[in-house]
Every structure is written in structure tokens, then in C-alpha cells.
């Protein structure tokens, strides 16, 4: 079975500053997609970023990159200048694979942006 | 981007009695839809699997008498809660994919939030 964590439950950063969320997965395949949500309080599900697990090359999307280790199974997301909007539940999330690939998600991390 | 648009946004009702909260795709067709429940500060707990034209699939644990899905068009699916009760009190929130995009992307409603009284 497909599993997704997050440890972190909650962190907090100073506004222009950077952080990073962690976040590692175990699967038996070798071609997968992993993506990181935003959940902002009005609880809209926004995808933040999305990683081909058969490209090497790091995604990146303006102010969100990642930093993913596929031998160590590591997905982890930096937040570069962080802003206040930035200030929402973050969740790792893994596609089964199938017709009807479903998403596992993580616990979720709070991400507070200090002004 | 894909869209998907939930109904309603949020929704007050008397213990015992059932509720409807839709699901709609508006500019792509979803073979396959996806409900999920959530309490505060947690996770997305997947409820079930919701396929055009047959039954859905649910997950271990969920009551299929409870939570009927529907999912009869390529662009709509419900959600019904039966005999509601206090404890069914959640947000509820559901996604499609849209498989002409084939990265198995996921495109969320903007959730349901329902109070049982």
C-alpha cells in the first residue's frame, strides 16, 4: 500500500523568509506523479506544485520549488519569500495508480506566515 | 484550468433528515469523482469513488447506505446524506480528474460544510 507523511505538524516562518515542508512517500512503482495542495482558511483545495517522478529535474513554480530525493522517497517543498497568503495547511499527496487513481494525502502541516 | 463546482457551500439541517451536496465538472467530463470528508485540522479522509454509469466504490469503514453517491451524467455527481445526525457534521469535499489532461491531477469543489442540529 501506498503511504504519505508529514511529521511536521505545524510551522511557523518570518514573512520574506524561507521554508521548507517535508514530506516522504513509499510506493513499489517507478513511474508516479506526487503533488503538494494549499488549503487556505477558505478550505479551497489548490494545487501548488506537481513532480513527474521520471524527470530528474526539480519542479519549480515562481516562489515554490522542490526538492525530491526519489531513492530516499523524499518530496519536500520550499516556500522562497514567503508571504503572508502563503499562510495555509499544506498536504503532500500520491496518485495510486489505475483507471481510477485516487489520492493518498499526508496529515497535513499548519503553516503560519509571521508578519 | 478545469473546474469543479460544489453545491452548497454550506448547509444547516434537523437531525434525521438527508441532505444533497453536488459535485459538477464544468468544462471537461469526469468519468470518475472522488469524496472526501474532513474534520478541522486534519487530513482528507477519501470516502468513496464515484464512476459514471455504475456503482461507487466505497472505502473500508464508510456506510453505503449512509452516503449515497450518484454519479449519473459525465459532469455530476451527489452526494446524499441519509438520517443525518450530529456526528455526520463535517466538510465534505469533492474532486474529478480530468482524463484528457492524464496526470492524474486532481481539480477540487469548493466544499460543503454541513451542521446537523
Known amino acids: 500500500a501506498q503511504t504519505v507523511t508529514q511529521s511536521q505538524p505545524e510551522m511557523s516562518v518570518q514573512e520574506a523568509e524561507t521554508v521548507t515542508l517535508s514530506c516522504t512517500y513509499d510506493t513499489s512503482e517507478s513511474n508516479y506523479y506526487l503533488f503538494w495542495y494549499k488549503q487556505p482558511p477558505s478550505r479551497q483545495m489548490i494545487l501548488v506544485i506537481r513532480?513527474?517522478?521520471?524527470?530528474?529535474q526539480n519542479a519549480t513554480e515562481n516562489r515554490f520549488s522542490v526538492n525530491f530525493q526519489k531513492a530516499a522517497k523524499s518530496f519536500s517543498l520550499k516556500i522562497s519569500d514567503s508571504q503572508l497568503g502563503d499562510t495555509a495547511m499544506y498536504f503532500c499527496a500520491f496518485p495510486s495508480t489505475g483507471a481510477n487513481s485516487k489520492l493518498t494525502f499526508g496529515k497535513g502541516i499548519t503553516l503560519s506566515v509571521r508578519p | 484550468g478545469a473546474v469543479v463546482s460544489q453545491h452548497p457551500s454550506w448547509v444547516i439541517c434537523k437531525s434525521g433528515t438527508s441532505v444533497k451536496i453536488e459535485c459538477r465538472s464544468l468544462d471537461f467530463q469526469a468519468t470518475t469523482m472522488f469524496w472526501y470528508r474532513q474534520f478541522p485540522k486534519q487530513s482528507l479522509m477519501l470516502m468513496a469513488t464515484?464512476?459514471?454509469?455504475?456503482?461507487?466504490?466505497?472505502e473500508q469503514g464508510v456506510e453505503k447506505d449512509k452516503f449515497l453517491i450518484n454519479h449519473a451524467s459525465l459532469t455530476l455527481s451527489t452526494l446524499t446524506v441519509t438520517s443525518a445526525h450530529p456526528e455526520d457534521s463535517s466538510f465534505y469535499i469533492c474532486?474529478?480528474?480530468?482524463?484528457?489532461?492524464?496526470?492524474?491531477?486532481?481539480?477540487f469543489g469548493q466544499g460543503t460544510r454541513l451542521t446537523v442540529v
Open positions: 474532486s474529478a480528474r480530468d482524463p484528457v489532461r492524464g496526470s492524474t491531477e486532481a481539480f
Open positions: 513532480q513527474e517522478a521520471y524527470k530528474q
Open positions: 464515484s464512476n459514471e454509469g455504475s456503482k461507487a466504490t466505497y
